[in-house]
């Protein structure tokens, strides 16, 4: 049952005429806006973000200023703040002393799931895909659900959207243990790995805040796991579990994988009642692959039709930053992915090797120093599928600086026991080098969850231009299998 909190949360969201928004340029508070604007809501924002990222949600009717000003908050009725912003900004200050309620986003989505059928998606990569497609499996059922993504999704024209369905199915966030706030029905749990460690301090805490996650769900719910992710398949979970992977154990068993050049694949999947399906997906890799495993559990669960469910998986156009092409010309293909995490850089080179023949030039942004640190043996190892390796300095985000740098690009390649990895002293510098290693034949993939993709756009526009067709592919390996 919703707790007294939960509901009185619930009730704020729902009365609110105009809620402001702090902090409203970030991926989760721009899904959150969105959302206030389709419920008919009078919304305002504000961030210190780029101009473009305020235009962009000017244009879908957010009254978006630049800056952080205690005027700001005039005539609203409910502040929302994101996880990013401090706890003396002078907004969140004049809200104070003018008593309007504050809450902060995971409150406020929590409070709008407790409203709907919710569906919550957490791990520690994969959310944002698979928060994407279980809402496209369920739109295209007719359903009309309720998305609150992480990312970009062009099947629904951004980071959200409002259904009339009684569905809402959103991105459950672990940093700063957000997702403890949202309580669905549903959920599913992609993987449980060391992360944000600079906010938890050590792996036992994240897996206690996962385990709490699902002891937050509703008593009759069932959580979605992947059985191949050993520290998550052994996890205690308090809840009706379904197991998903290419484990033999698991309920919705991977059985094949065939990737298709240029990106895609066929699956096929045994399902819990011994039948087996196959079904063909837009996305590129075997975690992909597995992510899609995942969301057909959920819309078995939610009772969708099968015949729904090819048809969805197959025209699933993904999310922006995962395995993204941003230009295919005279041979070179430029890929935009957000991959932070060890675990994912390794996948996304995989998928990568898979689905290309030619040469394979990976861009790396390690995203705060931290991480970096904690995680750089498995950084270090992570590269080996890629030909060529390029590391840009540390993105440090706002708000999570910690002392002087304990570890930097070169202490990072100094630690590779890659044949050709460079450390290069910022993204005008990569650029320059990856031009020189452009040529038919070669996938550059940027990735990284910082600014390193305004790097993989300029490659793009330079690619599209043909400004370089005229350059001689390299030697046998290009266009040849590893």
Known sequence: MPTPDLL????????????????VAGAAMRSLAALFVALGKEVSGSDSGSAADLGVLAGQGVHATHGHDARNVDGADLVVVSAAIPTDNP???????????????????????????????????GKSTTTALVAHILAVAGRDPTLAGGADAPDFGGYARLGHGPELVAEADEFGRRFLELHPRVAIVTAVEPDHLDYYGSFEAVNEAFQRFVDGMDPHGVVVTCEDEPNLAALPLARRRIRYGWA???????????????????????????????????????????????ALAVACELGVADEAAPEAV???RGTLRRFETLALRDGIWIVDDYAHHPTAVVANLAAAREAHAGRLVAVFQPHTTHRTVTLRDQFAAAFQDADRVVVTPIYQPTGRSVGPPEITADDLVRQMSHPNATAVRSLDAAYDLVMRELR????????????????????????????IAAVAPVGARAGAAR
């Open 91 to 125: 907004e969140l200050e004049a809200a104070r002393r003018r008593g309007i309620p504050i809450l902060s986003h995971a409150q406020a989505l929590g409070g709008l799931m407790a409203t709907r059928d919710g569906i919550g998606v957490a791990g520690t990569h």
């Open 440 to 467: 038919p034949g070669t996938l550059v993939i940027v990735l990284g969850a910082g600014d390193v993709t305004s790097l993989a756009h300029r490659l793009a526009t330079t690619v599209d231009s043909g400004a």
């Open 314 to 316: 197959a025209t699933f």
């Open 248 to 294: 033999g154990n698991a309920h919705w068993r991977l059985e094949r994988f065939i990737a298709c050049a240029g990106g895609g694949a066929r699956f096929v999947v045994r399902r819990p009642d011994g039948t087996r399906a196959e079904y063909t997906t837009r996305l590129t890799g075997r975690h992909q692959a597995a992510n899609a495993v995942a």
């Open 8 to 23: 009185a949360r619930a009730e704020l969201v729902v009365r609110s005429r105009r809620p402001h928004l702090v902090g």
